[in-house]
């Protein structure tokens, strides 16, 4: 079975793949302070109750597929790959590893490793032209071509984030559970903060999305809108213009760019 580990800022996401389909998922908190003995033993206690896998550190894994967006903890897991998973094929998502996306944007090495597995998922699942909004630390839409090339995108605030931001600004405010409200005009202050949140970030979403496909395609209907990442749940319901929920996008990238490149190793 194939090992995607999935590295945000805030969050890691693991799956197991038997092949195209992911028969296990954890979501665990994003420490960079985190030594590579630590996590081999994380793994290993997540792991060892899959009853698909054996006791020991790497019974039944037979690849691993990472990609990250906190330099540390990628260094930190590429030791655990070399100390536990020592014959176990790894690709890390890095300069040089093969995608299948041309990214057609002024520094292809600034863009997230993320966004870019986003993006070989999308042109596989769904084809091009397409947007990947993805609800993680920072909501990030991100624009494939018809020809399935990554041509760019746009970074905004997340959910998360803008929380946190009103309750520690917000003199009289604190932070809140991101829930739907009852309705859109809140009866009190966690449900006015509420409000502002949910639909705040439905509305910002349509307008982005609205705007990035008319620059994407002759027809802005063309364009698939893919939602993914921890809180697009929340958004889904009050969007007006998304086409698609993925939860494991990420994971059928890494799954995908592992497939292009294990040949090579």
């Known amino acids: 079975m194939l090992l995607t580990i999935d590295v945000g800022n805030t969050?890691?996401?693991?799956g197991l793949f038997d092949g195209e389909d992911i028969v296990e998922h954890w979501r665990i908190s994003t420490d960079a302070r985190r030594t590579a003995d630590e996590l081999a033993v994380l793994l290993q206690g997540l792991m060892g109750m899959h009853p698909l896998l054996g006791e020991e550190l790497g019974d039944g894994i037979d690849g691993i597929a990472i990609c990250a967006t906190v330099p540390s903890v990628l260094h930190e897991l590429r030791e655990v790959t070399r100390r536990y998973y020592g014959d176990v094929p790894a690709v890390l998502v890095?300069?040089?590893v093969k995608t299948g996306v041309p990214i057609l944007t002024d520094n292809p090495k600034e863009v997230g490793a993320d966004r870019i597995i986003n993006a070989v998922a999308a042109v596989d699942l769904?084809?091009?032209p397409a947007i990947v909004v993805d609800?993680?630390?920072a909501t990030t839409f991100d624009a494939v071509s018809a020809r399935g090339e990554y041509v760019g995108g746009v970074i905004a605030p997340g959910i998360e984030i803008s929380v946190e931001a009103l309750g520690?600004?917000?003199?009289?405010l604190r932070k809140i559970e991101v829930a739907r409200p009852r309705s859109v005009i809140g009866k009190n202050t966690v449900e006015a903060m509420q409000a502002?949140?949910?639909?705040?970030?439905?509305g910002q979403v349509d307008g982005v999305v609205s705007r990035?496909?008319?620059?994407l395609a002759d027809d802005p209907d063309d364009v698939t809108v893919i939602a993914t990442?921890?809180?697009?749940?929340?958004?889904?319901g009050e969007s007006s213009v998304i086409d698609e929920h993925q939860p494991w996008l990420t994971l059928v990238g890494l799954r995908l760019v592992y497939e292009r490149n294990v040949s090579r190793l």
């Open 11 to 14: 969050h890691t996401v693991l």
């Open 94 to 96: 890095e300069p040089g």
């Open 126 to 128: 769904y084809g091009g």
């Open 135 to 137: 609800f993680g630390t």
């Open 168 to 172: 520690v600004k917000g003199a009289q």
């Open 196 to 202: 502002g949140i949910v639909y705040g970030f439905a």
């Open 212 to 215: 990035m496909a008319r620059e």
């Open 229 to 236: 990442g921890g809180l697009a749940p929340m958004v889904l």
